[in-house]
């Protein structure tokens, strides 16, 4: 039988590495889009390398023309929540508009099968935690609002064209693969364990805490982290869903535990033995108090269940790679 042949935009980014990592190792053909504006070539684990952008239309064509794609799966967006509500038409120009292009290609070439990467920033401030896939979307920022438009294109896209998906909605991704050899890596950093670790290090002098008063048991922010590797077997797993005739879905994906910034500081402590200095400082714009999963749908759904729940582990991995 035929192996199939997976696309991955945006390949070589921080999940998307570590998503051809896992398809090259169960056995998938890999071709990686990207253009290299927030991803590293030397990242890639292998497969094919196309250095090329969503705005590209010529490109994308040329793509579905020349491979048998049997599903597209799409990391290549812009993340940073600040700089969408300092440059929104980067975000939209690029989350959208590339994301349309990239749907009408794959369209017009009869490749009906896509992965998106959403993100808990599509509920905005929650009403409720832990949130479900119900929550209503009232996304705070355009980075959010970015994620919220390309799912309503991906729902308008199924009801009008043969063309399934499943958008996965992370929370917040952290950790590496065990081999140490991939890992995040954004410039500049912006994340909070990268930059505990990078203090731990000593590469930076002290962490800031943004915000200290926040209605949570220690006033800071309580964040849902997923050990990457869960997040890209998620995506194996709905691809195997979408083969199997799944219908078009939307699913959170969390471990359904929050953890205060001040708990990863001192999880990071321990995983360490590093001293890591902290600043309080003021709330960072747009932050809700608490974003935490519930992700039994996925689990009913797809079968996954995540294999790095504690948040000490997973903080194990990310500190292996920075090391
Ligand atoms: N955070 C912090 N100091 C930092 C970076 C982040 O206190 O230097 C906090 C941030 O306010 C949020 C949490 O850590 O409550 C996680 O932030 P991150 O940027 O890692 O992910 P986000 O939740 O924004 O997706």
Request: overall charge negative; proline content about 5%.
């Amino acid at each position: 039988m035929k192996k199939h042949s997976i696309l991955v935009v945006g390949g070589a980014g921080y999940i998307g590495s570590h998503m051809v990592k896992d398809l090259l190792h169960a056995g998938y053909d890999v071709i990686t889009l990207d253009n290299l504006s927030t991803g590293h070539r030397e990242l890639l684990p292998g497969g094919q390398f196309i250095e090329g952008s969503l705005n590209d239309t010529a490109l994308l064509d040329s793509i579905f023309s020349e491979h048998r794609i049997s599903a597209v799966m799409h990391f290549a967006a812009y993340s940073l929540v600040g700089e969408s509500v300092e440059n929104p038409l980067k975000y939209y120009q690029n989350n959208v508009a590339g994301t349309i292009n990239l749907t009408d290609s794959m369209i017009r070439h009869k490749v009906k099968r896509f992965i998106f990467s959403s993100s808990a920033a599509v509920y905005g401030e929650p009403e409720e935690v832990p949130i479900t896939e119900n929550h209503p979307l009232n996304p705070t920022n355009p980075y959010g609002a970015t994620k919220r438009l390309v799912e309503q294109v991906l729902k308008d896209c199924d009801s009008a064209y043969d063309f399934r998906y499943i958008s996965l909605r992370y929370f917040n991704a952290a950790g590496a693969d065990e081999s140490g050899k991939i890992g995040e890596r954004h410039e500049p950093e912006s994340h909070l364990i990268p930059l505990v670790l990078k203090t731990a290090t000593g590469e930076r002098d002290n962490i800031s805490i943004f915000g200290t008063n926040y209605p949570t048991p220690d006033g800071t922010c309580i964040r849902d982290y997923i050990h990457v590797s869960d997040l890209t077997r998620a995506h194996l797993l709905a691809f195997d869903a979408l083969l199997e005739g799944s219908p078009s879905d939307v699913y959170n994906l969390g471990n359904s535990k929050g953890y205060s910034v001040r708990e990863v500081i001192e999880l990071a402590r321990k995983v360490t033995g590093r001293e890591i200095p902290v600043i309080e400082s003021g709330k960072r714009p747009g932050d809700p108090a608490i974003l935490v999963a519930r992700s039994d749908k996925i689990r009913k759904a797809l079968g996954w269940a995540p294999r790095y729940e504690d948040l000490e582990t997973i903080i194990r991995t990310a500190w292996n790679w920075h090391r």
